[in-house]
Structures are given as structure tokens and as C-alpha cells.
């Protein structure tokens, strides 16, 4: 919550054009079962996300990881999935597995084929330099899993 | 720890002829850092996981799942884990996710691999109604998952 009132330089027509950025705040609004960000534009939904690396350093690695950042990793990896999901016709799970030091795996899986495995780090300091960032990685493991389903379309499929 | 003092009708020899259980004995032993079984026969350290059926109907499913529970559940499926590696030479990764519902995933994986997963429901109440059905249970999640490697060998080495 701390940075939602930064919104820095992105402009709409980043997210008319990313696929990514459209599926991530339906994603954010499928979650906002309160009409919390009803009113609020894309731009701020996705704000969030976007940390500057010196702001990046300064957030605390004490403790557990912040819920609101969590339900942000949570989307993120979401909305890779679901657009997999859609370019491919293959279901996704997705699981999110952080310790209380913000250490874990990212899993995405179709039937028994892996698409995307990470491991988090500092996983509190979750966050991209730019709004153009933030759409390209998500692009790209995105395209990345569509490859895995392709090559491997008899796992993916068991 | 309320089940340690029931030691039922296991045998040593069950023990002894099941690479599974042994393979579990030692993963609990492995988590004990302090030496708290380290006087305890293999069939006491086992036999928290064998719980009768009427006596896991009385397990609450209310709150969390109890933290050795959780290690337990853990044990079983890092022994499952353990034994694909030794036959297979593929290193196997280990997903337990469960939400404070009990509810929730576990999943080991190969490489890109997923060779076994599970979604376990009431892990509440986690627990064998024999040794035999524990041994047995092991030993076949451990022969499906070989058998997934080795249809699959590319997608585990990758």
C-alpha cells in the first residue's frame, strides 16, 4: 500500500498494448472482492508493482513477507498463467510456496509438464524498475511456457 | 505427539523388508536436530503415522494444521522423493502447500518433470490406518513416479 500513490511515467497506451498488463489487472481485480479499486484506473492497479531500485533496497527483509506483497506475486504468476491457459487450451495450476524468510518457488504446471519454475528471493522486495519491465518479463515467461506446452505436448496433456 | 505411545501390532521385520519405511525413518531422523529420538526404535519414530481410522475421525479440522503434522506429511513425500532419486540419478524436488484449511498440493518434480502430485485434503488428519497400508502406499507413489521418469526422460533431464 505504501506505493500506490506513486504513478510514475506509464502511459494508457502501455497497457492497451500489453496482453500481459491487461490480463495482471484482471487478475488484481478478480481479488478485489470489495470494489476497493472500483474507481481506480489501470494504471494505478498496476502501480504497485513498479519500485524503484533504491526504494527496492530500503524495504526490510525482517520478518514475514507482506501479505499485500504476496497476493501481488500471486497475480503476477496468475497472469502468466491464465494467458498460457488461453494460448494453448491446456489448463494451469499455479503455487506460490514462500517461508517466512522470503525464500520459496514459483510453479506453474499443465497435467504433468513444469511451464515455469523460479525460485524467489527477497521475495519482500518484489517489484519491477518500470511499468515496460514489468510487461516484458511477464511476456516473456509467458511466450516461455506457450514453447514448453508446444515441445512437449504429450506431458502437458497426461 | 499425541500417538507415540501406541505401538500396535508392528513388526521389526516390516521394517526390515521395506526400503520405503527405512528410507522414512530416515528423513525424520534427519530432521532431528537435537537428538530427541536418538534412543527411540525405528517402529516408535513411525508410529505417529499410523492412526486409526476412529481416531482420525476425532482429529479437529478446525485452525491450522499442527506443525508436526506438517512434518510429517513433508517426511512421507521427501522419502517418496529420495528413493526416485536413488533410482533414477534425476534430483527431485519436494512442494508441500497446504492453506490453513488443510487443504492444498504436494508435488515432486524431475527437471521439468511433475512425476508425482497430490492434492491432500484434511491433512488434519494425516495417517495410516496400518504400517502395511503406510509401506505400501510409499512404494507405489515411488514406483509411479520411476515409471513417469522413464517415459519421460527428456522432460526430467531438462
Known amino acids: 500500500m505504501t506505493t500506490t500513490t506513486q504513478n ?5 497506451s502501455l497497457i492497451a498494448e500489453s496482453l500481459f498488463l491487461q490480463e495482471l489487472v ?5 481479488f478485489d472482492h470489495y ?4 474507481s481506480w484506473s489501470d494504471e494505478l492497479v498496476l502501480s504497485p508493482f513498479i519500485i524503484a531500485k533504491k526504494k527496492r533496497r530500503e524495504i ?3 520478518g514475514d513477507v507482506d501479505p499485500t506483497t504476496k497476493m501481488r506475486i500471486l ?6 498463467a491464465s494467458l498460457i491457459e488461453k494460448e494453448t487450451g491446456q489448463l494451469c495450476q499455479v503455487v506460490v510456496d514462500l517461508n517466512h524468510e522470503g525464500f520459496g518457488w514459483v510453479l506453474i504446471w499443465c497435467g504433468r509438464l513444469m511451464v515455469v519454475t523460479r525460485t524467489l ?5 518484489f517489484g519491477f524498475e518500470t511499468m515496460e519491465s514489468l510487461a516484458e518479463q511477464g511476456k516473456n515467461l509467458t511466450a516461455s511456457g506457450v514453447e514448453m506446452v508446444k515441445r512437449f505436448p504429450e506431458v502437458a496433456q497426461f
Open 8 to 12: 510514475p511515467e506509464t502511459s494508457p
Open 121 to 125: 528471493r527477497d521475495a519482500h522486495r
Open 35 to 38: 470494489g476497493f479499486y472500483r
Open 75 to 80: 497475480c503476477f504468476y496468475r497472469a502468466i
Open 26 to 30: 484482471r487478475q488484481i481485480r478478480a
Open 60 to 62: 526490510s527483509l525482517e
